[in-house]
């Protein structure tokens, strides 16, 4: 079991530095590559595509991420509103159900953007790896084609012992014959996918705009009548208020039951001049300090 994963390791290792050798000598021009036109204009559509993509699912994440935001933010703010608006202000109930109308089209928005355009979009760009991982396999299989090839040519042109050529030669062709059957299977494959995953983009990219466009109109749309509605409340409210409707007056009753203090000068009722004590028989002003004393009892004369 050592052994045999010793030997795969070596193995490996070997492969690995045949396309190492390969991939200098074609860089530094020693040896040709094999060309593909026609694939090479399929792997420039496939990386500008995958490019476009990552970025409109990159954009778009965000995007959710600020509504969703947006949404506990506007939730907040209408909390506080219909906090706020006293309930006997005219058009309260009104206020009330159009800021729960409101709250109910926001999840509606985020919860068909995230469902109906995030995560289809999230499985059509889950597709590029994949691809990708194919087309730099299909390209170490190329490179192992080139040296195999290169190695047929360099035993053909030798200038070695006949019988030792032809073994050598018959390996050779064995491994060549390999390697193309294996790029060969490889490079169909991507002949005909990559085409069709680039001719997809367009069905794709539309159908979703669409999703996202009428997303997008129904919600300003829906939101456009509940705050017009809120305006012609707060433009009711404003008249009201103008008229005076909702001012505080102040209270002026005055207890008629209350205890005043008395004065010793009364006021008269007739023409409004102090009233002064009088004399009963002259009708004279006496004040207390001059009115004669009444005693209660009278001295007898002395009797001797």
């Known amino acids: 079991m050592a052994e045999s ?33 026609i694939f090479d204009e399929h792997l420039q559509n496939f990386n500008k595509q995958q490019a476009q993509t990552s970025r409109l699912q990159k954009e778009f994440n965000n995007y959710i991420r600020c509504i969703r935001a947006a949404q506990v933010a506007s939730k907040s703010l209408w909390d506080a509103v219909s906090d706020v608006y006293e309930t006997s202000w005219q058009g309260r109930d009104v206020v009330l159900q159009d800021t729960q109308a409101l709250d109910v089209l926001w999840q509606d928005y ?24 194919k087309i730099d396999k299909r390209g170490r299989k190329l490179v192992d084609f080139d040296k195999e090839r290169h190695n047929l040519q360099g035993l053909q ?51 979703h705009l ?30 009201d208020c103008q008229r005076g409707a909702y001012t505080l007056r102040k209270s002026t009753t005055i207890n008629s039951n209350a205890a005043s203090p008395k004065s010793p000068i009364s006021s008269n009722s007739t023409n409004g001049n102090a009233s002064l004590p009088a004399s009963p028989a002259s009708g004279e002003i006496l004040w207390p300090e001059l009115q004669p004393r009444k005693n209660k009892r009278e001295c007898s004369p002395l009797q001797y």
Request: avoid cysteine.
């Open 210 to 239: 669409q999703t996202l466009f009428a997303s997008e109109h129904l919600f300003h749309t829906e939101t456009a009548k509940l705050f017009t509605e809120l305006e012609s409340v707060a433009d009711k409210l404003a008249t």
């Open 5 to 37: 994963k010793g030997a795969l390791i070596a193995k490996t290792l070997q492969k690995h530095a045949g396309r190492t050798k390969e991939k200098i000598l074609q860089n530094l021009g020693k040896v040709d590559r094999t060309a593909d036109e």
């Open 157 to 207: 042109n030798s200038n070695q012992g006949k019988q030792r050529n032809e073994a050598r030669l018959g390996k050779a062709k064995e491994n060549l014959d390999e390697a193309r059957r294996t790029y060969e299977i490889l490079n169909s494959e991507l002949h005909d996918e990559l085409p069709a995953l680039y001719d997809s983009r367009v069905l794709f990219i539309v159908t």
């Open 110 to 133: 985020s919860h068909k953007l995230a469902d109906q355009v995030l995560i289809p979009l999230n499985t059509y760009q889950a597709q590029f790896p994949e691809t990708k991982k």
